[in-house]
């Protein structure tokens, strides 16, 4: 028999991939924000300066940015930001945002949830219930149907 | 003010008014489409006919006002024009819309000799009548659709249509067929309009996500509003270079948008309440407020301590139950925003929802009542 039935290969392909009927995500080229500045965040925190770094890590999240690594160090820092402020101090903080950066810290506060360490969730919760208060359903349904994810 | 008419349990899907209000056509999430006509005053409603020829779901129906004709679209991929004999009865023509996926929503043209309907084909097909072979011909509009078509409307000049889709867009076509009308003039929206250009392209979110669930061009057809799933309102202005306002809510999404003025809109969807929103001087789109004023739950003393037992007793919960009771008009999603009556500025609008109520809203009574409404 000829050499190329040897291989059964072909029967792994996943056919309806490449249907062409398949919706295609447009590809932007729009530059995406590469994230906070490590640093900058850490001495704002150990400033003192909680707000202020909220408002820097939120403000340079890497929202539709393809590369996952750096999605996950800013949730990292955002977690960590988050997790700096004592509760009484949470509604104040809220207070000051716009709501385009609710909606953002409302999606970190969802990815925060995916990863549960300890008391974070506790802590999380709280912030869900403030950000709640101010943007309503209407930035949790946000969460959900925004195709850039953060 | 508000009027309830109720018609059953199940949920309306689509509904539209004959041109002198008297009759309404509406489909119960069913292959039927009933026709009530209303028995004077009040809200007596006679069943009038029930227009059976789709096989499946009527997803869209539309009553041209001036010519007295339906037409209704549904999930079986076809399209029927009805009209009324000499006789009163509803005879019905097929119109081939050689679409292979369902068709989700039509509407007359402002001057009711074409219609256009939407379907998951990513196809919006246009059909205008061909007095030669007696039949309706359907033109297709293909690119660069590239998803279901859930919503179309006309621009008053009767070539434009906005189109919304559940590729998160919402595009600005021409559909001018060259058989049947003169060449229209030039538009703020552009001048080169061969059928099927594309005259505007507006994405829904910047975040990119939100299927577009109505879209609606004002009365002078400079502005197109749509509402997304990201529970927005959009307006984006042809006048203005084509800038795109949007206001992001903290309600669930809105499904249904209607102008009612040059400056205001009434919107309906998940929330079970139409809600208005004005344009300020500025251009910016403010949240006027709710047709109907939120009820608070009724709560006796003796009543609710009782009420808090039972429940607890019955149905296992330690409150007194007010989380679940309904203090809207609507108990459901209103699936669908008409207006009526009156020249040029509508009197009423008119909503239907999932719970099988149609309610007519009469704007200049509930305008006097809500001043800050602002309509």
């Known amino acids: ?150 | 003010m508000t009027t309830v008419h109720r018609f059953g349990t199940a949920p309306i899907t689509c509904h539209s008014w004959s041109g002198d209000s008297k009759r309404v056509a509406f489909s119960p999430n069913s292959k039927d489409v009933n026709i009530y006509e209303s028995t004077g005053g009040g809200s007596g409603w006679n069943l009038e006919t029930k227009l059976d020829k789709h096989d499946l779901r009527v997803t869209g129906i539309d009553w041209a006002p001036k010519t007295n004709r339906i037409v209704t679209c549904s999930s079986d991929r076809n399209a029927y024009v009805w009209v009324k004999g000499v006789d009163g009865n509803w005879k019905h023509t097929l119109v081939v819309l050689r679409i292979n996926r369902a068709a989700t929503c039509v509407r007359w043209s402002p001057e009711e000799n074409k219609f256009a309907v939407g379907s998951g084909a990513k196809i919006v097909n246009i059909c205008y009548y061909d007095s030669e072979y007696d039949w309706w011909v359907a033109k297709h509009i293909k690119k660069p659709l590239k998803s279901t078509v859930t919503t179309v409307d006309w621009h008053p000049n009767n070539v434009l249509l906005a189109v919304g889709s559940t590729d998160f867009k919402v595009r600005v076509y021409s559909a001018y067929i060259k058989e049947i009308e003169g060449k229209p003039s030039t538009t703020e929206w552009g001048a080169k309009m061969s059928f099927g250009n594309m005259m505007a392209e507006f994405n829904n979110s910047p975040n990119g996500g939100g299927w577009v669930h109505s879209v609606s061009f004002s009365a002078d057809g400079a502005k197109v509003a749509w509402v997304g799933h990201d529970s927005s309102v959009n307006v984006a202005d042809a006048g203005n270079g084509m800038k795109v306002t949007k206001l992001s809510l903290s309600l669930l999404p809105l499904l249904s948008i209607v102008w009612i003025s040059p400056t205001s809109l009434v919107a309906a969807g998940h929330n079970y309440v139409p809600i208005v929103f004005n344009i300020t001087g500025s251009g910016d789109l403010v949240e006027a407020g709710k047709l109907e004023e939120t009820k608070k739950a009724s709560s006796g003393t003796t009543s609710s301590a009782m009420k808090m037992f039972q429940n607890m007793d019955i149905l296992g919960q330690s409150d007194s139950g007010a989380g679940t009771t309904i203090n809207t008009i609507h108990a459901n999603q209103i699936n669908e925003v008409r207006t009526g009556g009156g020249q040029g500025k509508p009197d009423w609008v008119s909503t239907c929802g999932g719970d099988g109520r149609l309610v007519v809203w009469n704007l200049s009574s509930l305008a006097s009542k809500m001043k800050h409404l602002n309509i």
């Not at chain 1, 991939?17 to 001495?43: F, M, Q, T």
């Not at chain 1, 800013?74 to 509604?91: A, E, M, N, P, W």
Request: net charge negative.
């Open chain 1, 1 to 150: 028999m000829s050499k190329n039935t040897n291989s059964s290969a072909f029967r792994q392909i996943d056919v309806d991939k490449y249907s062409e009927d398949n919706y295609k995500e447009e590809l932007d080229n729009e530059p995406v924000p590469a994230g906070p500045n490590e640093n900058e965040i850490v001495a704002l925190l150990t400033s003192n300066r909680q707000t202020e770094a909220l408002k820097n890590v939120l403000a340079n999240s890497p929202i539709g940015n393809r590369n996952q690594v750096v999605k996950d160090a800013s949730l990292s820092l955002v977690l960590r930001v988050l997790l700096s402020f004592k509760t009484s101090q949470i509604d104040e903080a809220v207070k000051q945002l716009d709501s385009e950066t609710r909606d953002v810290l409302m999606k970190y506060i969802y990815r925060g949830f995916e990863v549960p360490n300890e008391g974070s969730s506790a802590q999380l919760l709280v912030w869900h219930e403030k950000v709640f208060a101010l943007s309503g359903v209407g930035s949790i349904v946000r969460v959900l149907t925004d195709k850039k994810k953060v």
